[in-house]
């Protein structure tokens, strides 16, 4: 089933390759879904949506490097893994204080909790990274309250953030993906 | 701006759009390089012994050397601006062939009956001269190289980056190699080795900068 929805992704890029506009509408539609799944286990709840789009914008722009005589599944895969680690460095970029409103409302814990492969990818990394990042980027606490929970400085929970970040995205880089 | 409507946009203004293909995008390189190669030995920028120096052992090892590593990193670096391709595989080939090439040299060397102390070897004025041709030989194939990793779409831009970078530093080397004089196996590795180091690193400094996507 799943083979021949590839085939059909296949079959669908290649005809958006030339042109074909309603091919390709289907195609956007049908990754889209897949997308957020994808973006759903990996990422806080909040970035998913933007992290969607941005890869389908991603995808829009480089379609012309899908080769139609290839499956087109590893593409879609690495072009959606790319996008996951450009998303995790941004996210250790960002000023830790600044949080989305809706990341601490309550009801969004499944939601956070979701981010399962996140979770799972985050006990690789060493135990302060790991307890800054839970914290601040998945359960929505301030670098203050994250600092004042584990008795790191707010200065070391950032730089654990940043550093955990960093090396996650350095492990989703060298581990192969096939979703 | 919600999905549903990017959808209806990316879609509404497709336009066609030619594949990517690896195999044009790497016989475009080839045929730049040789279009370098044949003008630079057109415009007699040679060395005017070279019949003779083809009775070196270390001529025909620069000559393997240099082609097979620029080859290994340049086929490496083309295949990775597909996404679903990774440079790694490549690039360990490259550093093994790299280690391989310095045990050869060091075998050469063994057998090259040099008298000179080993700083008067390297000569040094002669050496920077050589660094500066290879790193200008080697534009070229960088230019192109970028061009094509814009165009394409690497997941893992550093080390695209790295092949390009060593893939153009080692076509550089070759095109030179043709000019330079020098067939101690000393002073090759260390002005060779310090050109193709030098101009890889500064492609994969520099490249991922203009490369993103």
Not at chain 1, 38 to 50: H, K, N, S, T, W
Request: hydrophobic share 50%; charged share 20%.
């Amino acid at each position: 089933m799943a083979d021949e929805q590839a085939d059909q992704w296949g079959a669908w890029m290649a005809a958006a390759q030339a042109g074909h506009g309603g091919a390709y509408r289907r195609l956007l539609g049908d990754i889209r879904i897949w997308l957020l799944r994808y973006f759903a286990r990996r990422l806080p709840p909040g970035q998913v949506e933007d992290a969607v789009q941005e890869t389908l914008i991603a995808i829009h722009e480089k379609r012309h490097t899908y080769d139609p005589a290839r499956p087109f599944r590893p593409w879609l895969a690495a072009v959606a893994r790319y996008k996951w680690i450009d998303r995790l460095r941004a996210m250790g970029r960002e000023r830790s204080d600044e949080l989305p409103d809706t990341i601490g409302v309550e009801g969004h814990e499944s939601e956070v909790t979701s981010a399962v492969l996140l979770r799972d990818l985050i006990e690789r990394l060493k135990p302060a990274q790991q307890q800054a990042i839970r914290l601040v980027k998945l359960d929505g606490f301030s670098v203050e309250e994250a600092s004042a929970q584990t008795g790191q400085s707010p200065s070391l929970i950032k730089v654990n953030i940043h550093r955990g970040l960093k090396h996650l995205a350095a492990i989703v880089r060298d581990t192969s993906d096939e979703e | 701006m919600t999905s549903e409507r990017l959808l209806d946009e990316l879609a509404s203004g497709l336009t066609p759009v030619r594949s990517r293909s690896a195999m044009r995008d790497g016989m475009a390189i080839a045929g730049l390089a040789a279009i370098e190669l044949l003008l630079f030995l057109m415009l007699g920028l040679h060395r005017p012994d070279l019949p003779h120096a083809m009775g070196e052992m270390s001529f025909w090892w620069k000559l393997i050397s240099l082609g097979l590593l620029a080859g290994v990193a340049v086929v490496t670096a083309v295949r990775s601006f597909d996404p679903s391709v990774s440079p790694m595989k490549g690039l360990r080939w490259a550093a093994w062939l790299g280690g391989v090439v310095l045990l050869t040299g060091w075998g050469i060397d063994t057998t090259h009956h040099a008298d000179a102390p080993l700083l008067a070897r390297l000569d040094w004025q002669a050496g920077m001269a050589c660094l500066g041709s290879m790193v200008m030989l080697s534009l070229p194939l960088l230019i192109a190289l970028t061009v094509l990793m814009r165009r394409g779409a690497p997941t893992d831009r550093r080390e695209s980056a790295l092949a390009a970078g060593l893939g153009a530093a080692a076509w550089g080397a070759f095109v030179f190699f043709f000019r330079c004089g020098h067939d101690d196996p000393l002073y090759i590795v260390f002005w060779y080795g310090s050109g193709c180091v030098l101009i890889a690193f500064a492609g994969r400094s520099l490249l991922p900068l203009v490369t993103r996507w």
